[in-house]
Structures are given as structure tokens and as C-alpha cells.
């Protein structure tokens, strides 16, 4: 009965105990989510074309690092730095809040900035830790209020963000050049990232590099809206899949015929197509042959390796090789579809025909 006593009592302290590491832990994660604490131990400078070039028209003054953590880029780039961070974990790292004051007199920023979006704090309920961060977003995510503040007060800016940016509007008229990273950048995210160059002055063209090498798009290589005519997830099944990701070992983005033990994962309860798929997702349409399935993953083939696979989405997690598994889009198959059956003369023979294609 004592011997009970006692490992009945150690058992309720080491509960309690346990629950205060968690509550604790959970606590750290959350402020760490919240601060964005996710620090860059990849160089994404030295072996970039684009940092190179961009770096040449930078006027070699002090750089401003207003995100600057355990000042991990300091050792990236050779120039004296200025560092600001509102939890500081180096010696060289000033306290400021630098969303609520923005250090002035600075022409170059270099920087990667706390990332949160909007919908994670409401989902995740960290606004009622707010008060660690008392930031109040302006944009979407915390990432593009910062790029806004480091637009507004340098000259010449460099940030790594997410790779995400690339598609959406805001800020692309003074993007001098983006680099999208095929590789884990930082130490416990896998969250895909690029880095994002900007000047002062409004740019015509933006150049695009994928892990520092420069990749040219045309017109013939830039996925666009077509109206090929194929339907994606019809209600009553098609012969042909398309297998819309890659492995966790190797690319295996292709078409192929439908297989019977394809169908469980592909239905519902009243055993019709999930209109949801996204990874594999059958399609119909009346062009679409087997006999040219081997040549329609070899344009694939072709197109991912002359773009790097610049368009198509990072999975968060990366390949034992480094590289991301990628997913591709409905639209990125109606393109390359149309690309495929549309024979060249008639798109660009008849401008008012090929208008419509493209629309
Ligand atoms: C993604 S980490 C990057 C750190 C560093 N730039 C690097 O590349 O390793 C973002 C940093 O922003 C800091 N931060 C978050 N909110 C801040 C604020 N309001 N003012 C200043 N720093 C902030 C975090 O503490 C964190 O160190």
C-alpha cells in the first residue's frame, strides 16, 4: 500500500510536471511561429548569378539587417552591418521593434523577414500572443508588410520570402531579379523560398534564376490560360490519369492509362470522381490518345528541365537529393496539352485565332 502511496504520488508530480513542459514548449513554439524565428543557415548569395549582378549596381555602404536574429547572413555577405531584432541572439544585434520603428538612413536592406500569415494567427489562435509581437498586418502575411517598410525606406533591397511571391502582384515594379530556391534554406522549416532583388527604379523585365542560375522564359516556355478542351476529375471517371506529383526519391510528373487499383483512392462513397483530387486526377478528352502519352511526358520531361521547374508548386517536402517535390497545376496541363495537339502554324498564322487559344 506505501509502495503505492508513494509511486501514486510521483506519478501525479511527474504528470504535472510534464504538463508544465508542455504548456511551456507549446508556448515556445507558438512565439516562435509567431516572431517567424526561422533563421537562414544556407548561403543563398555567393553562388548566384543573380546576387552577382545585382550586388555590382550596390552602393558599398552599410548594409541594414532589420530581421537580423542570430545575424547569420552577416557571414554571407563581406560589408559592415547594421542588425535590429526584437529578440536579438547575437552580440552584434540591436533591440527594436522595426515594425513599429523602421530604421532610417540606410540605402541597402538585406534581409530575410519574419514570415506569418494572416490566416495561420486566427487558425492557430496565436492572436492572443499578440502582445510578443504587436505587429497589425496591413497585407495578407507579415513577410509583405516588411518588404513594404524595406521598399519604402532603401534604395536597394534583397529579401528572401517565400516562393509564393512570384505569383501574386504586389511590389514587382522594382523587382530587378528573383531567384527561386530548389532547396531547404533554413534550419527547422521547409517552407520553399526564393530571394527577391529590388532597385530603386522601375524595371522593364524582371530576370529569373532557380538556385542562382539564370533561366530565360519566352513565350513558348511560360504556362499561360488556354481553352484546350479537357475535363479535370469527370464525375464518371476517365482512361487516362494524369500522375500530378512528383516522388519522394524522383520527378514523376506523367500521364498514363487509368489502372483498377488506381480507381479506390479516386472515388467517393456513391463511387463517383472526387472533384478534389489534385496528386492524381483522371482527364477527359476526345484529343488525348495513348499512342501519344510517351511523347507528352517527354515534352514534360523537356519543359522541366529548361525551366528548372521554375513554375511548377514546391511541396514542402524536399527530396532526399535537396530538391522539392512539385505538384502541377490543372492549368499547367491544359497549357501543355494545347502546346502538344495545337500544330504551331495555326497558332501563329492566324493572330485573331491564336488570340482566342490564349485566352
Ligand atoms: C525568419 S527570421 C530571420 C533571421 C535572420 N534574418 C536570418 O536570416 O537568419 C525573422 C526574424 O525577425 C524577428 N522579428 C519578428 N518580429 C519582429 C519585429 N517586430 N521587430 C524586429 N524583429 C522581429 C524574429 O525575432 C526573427 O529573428
Known sequence: MLFCGIMGKVDVLTISGLHVMLKQNLLINSTK??????????????????????????????????????????????????????????????????????????????????????????????????????????????????????????EYVAAIIPSTFWNQRLFKDRLYAWDKFDMKLFSDTDAPAGVAYFVPHRVEHTRTFVNGEEIVLTSDNTPTKTDFHVRFNPRDLAPILVNGIDTNTQNNIHLRMLQDNDVPSLVNSTGKCKPTNRNHFPIESTMVKEAD??????????????????????FKSPMASGKYRKRISFMEVRWLLWKFYMPVEKVSQNPLESALYTL
Not at 502519352?293 to 514546391?314: C, G, K, V, Y
Open 33 to 154: 511561429q509567431l516572431l517567424g524565428q526561422y533563421y537562414t543557415t544556407t548561403d543563398p548569395f555567393n553562388n548566384s548569378g543573380a546576387f552577382r549582378s545585382w550586388y555590382q549596381m550596390v552602393p558599398k555602404t552599410t548594409i541594414l539587417e532589420p530581421f537580423a536574429g542570430a545575424g547569420h547572413l552577416f557571414s554571407y555577405v563581406n560589408a559592415e552591418w547594421h542588425g535590429y531584432d526584437i529578440e536579438p541572439n547575437h552580440p552584434d544585434v540591436e533591440y527594436r521593434n522595426t515594425f513599429e520603428q523602421f530604421p532610417t538612413g540606410y540605402r541597402v536592406c538585406v534581409t530575410n523577414p519574419p514570415y506569418l500569415a494572416k490566416t495561420v494567427v486566427s487558425r492557430k489562435r496565436l492572436d492572443a500572443l499578440v502582445w510578443k509581437n504587436p505587429v497589425i498586418l496591413t497585407h495578407e502575411d507579415l513577410y509583405l508588410d516588411a518588404l513594404q517598410l524595406m521598399l519604402d525606406n532603401c
Open 293 to 314: 502519352l510517351p511523347a507528352i511526358n517527354a515534352m514534360i520531361d523537356q519543359w522541366r528541365d529548361e525551366t528548372m521547374d521554375f513554375f511548377l508548386t514546391s
